[in-house]
């Protein structure tokens, strides 16, 4: 190589370099805080009311208040394998044993109220509304041979059945579930030899639809929209799909770009969130560690972030809508960070 093919190969790789540092510099822009989470790692992020729970893989409970984010957080060590937040600064979880559900105070040292799990009943999943007045929970019952799923509200009095299949169907699985701010309506979501959803009325016990999508294999995420009127469902790969919680008929369809990947991992979405003002929706790709941002009415995007140099495991949107909360899957970093706005 002559003196002047070196000059531009190093012109080149400079410039290379730059615009490298001018996009990591823009990803890391809209970094506010960093907050010392659980030293295990975080299993998922919560925002119930105006507090920010993280809940460790050891199922640890540290929660913050949003709008002072420097108070140290309250720590809970609750006995269970399955734990999340509620309204009116409580948790709620599953014991071990003799299973029932119990809700306790954020530090888990007094119960308030408990309701008992059928009789062998194994929880797997429990998962409250945004507003955290209701909530679902998933089991195993009858010897673990059907996967069940029941509501409850916040004053815990009794849980109601909504739905229940063979846990030993091939080719089944419920991955997630959400239910809306008034307890109306729970979303179901997985795979029934291809992916899979149904949105039932919790007081006329009636299905409103149940549909299989044939373009995709599985869905892992569901939320509603703060409304109930809007759920959004993601794919295991690139795609979010937003319905009509009462048709199911697709309004919008969101695309994370396809990337290049490590031979050994593949692209996926892990977890998605919407704003408590509904206007945004938020998701979380992997291995890329890159949170990326729509507007509710648009199939394009407004913004995206480099979360993480490890992996992203939750995120979360403060009260405001303003920032997001994430978490990470093997690290104690928890990381607020300011929103992309929508243009006027």
């Not at 920010?52 to 893989?57: P, T």
């Not at 899979?196 to 995709?216: G, P, Q």
Request: glycine fraction near 6%; include cysteine.
């Amino acid at each position: 190589m002559n003196r002047k093919h070196r000059k531009v190969v190093v012109v080149v790789i400079i410039l290379a370099g730059l615009l490298s540092l001018i996009i990591f510099s823009n990803f890391k822009s809209n970094l506010v805080r960093q907050l010392q989470g659980p030293i295990e790692g975080t299993d998922s992020v919560i925002t119930v009311g105006d507090k920010l729970s993280v809940i460790s893989k050891e199922n640890h409970v540290f929660t913050w208040q949003w709008k002072d984010l420097s108070i140290w957080p309250v720590v809970a060590k609750p006995a269970s394998n399955v734990v999340t937040t509620i309204a009116d600064d409580r948790m709620i979880y599953a014991t071990a044993g003799i299973g029932k559900l119990v809700i306790t105070d954020l530090k888990a040292d007094k119960e308030l109220l408990s309701l008992s799990l059928p009789y062998g009943a194994e929880c797997k999943k429990i998962k409250t509304s945004s507003n955290g007045k209701f909530g679902a929970v998933s089991m195993l019952v009858d010897g673990k041979d059907w996967l069940k799923l029941a509501v409850f509200d916040s004053n815990l009095m009794d849980l109601f059945f909504v739905f229940q299949n063979d846990a030993k169907e091939e080719n089944f699985s419920l991955d997630d579930f959400d239910i809306t701010n008034n307890g109306n309506l729970i979303t179901g979501v997985g795979r029934k030899e291809k992916a899979w959803a149904f949105v039932k009325d919790v007081k006329s016990e009636k299905i409103l639809w149940e549909k299989t999508f044939d373009e995709y294999g599985r869905f892992t995420c569901a939320e509603f929209s703060p409304d109930g009127k809007t759920i959004y469902i993601a794919e295991k790969v690139r795609f979010i799909i937003a319905l009509d919680a009462i048709t199911g008929n697709i309004l919008r369809t969101y695309e994370i770009p396809q990337y290049n990947t490590p031979t050994h991992q593949k692209q996926n979405i892990s977890s998605i969130a919407i704003s408590p003002d509904g206007k945004i929706l938020a998701a979380d790709t992997e291995p890329a560690r890159i949170v990326w941002f729509w507007g509710w009415a648009a199939d394009k995007e407004i913004g995206k972030i480099y979360a993480s140099d490890l992996t992203v495991s939750g995120i979360a949107f403060s009260p405001d809508s303003k920032y997001l909360a994430t978490g990470c899957l093997v690290a104690p970093e928890i990381k607020i960070w300011k929103v992309p706005q929508l243009n006027k």
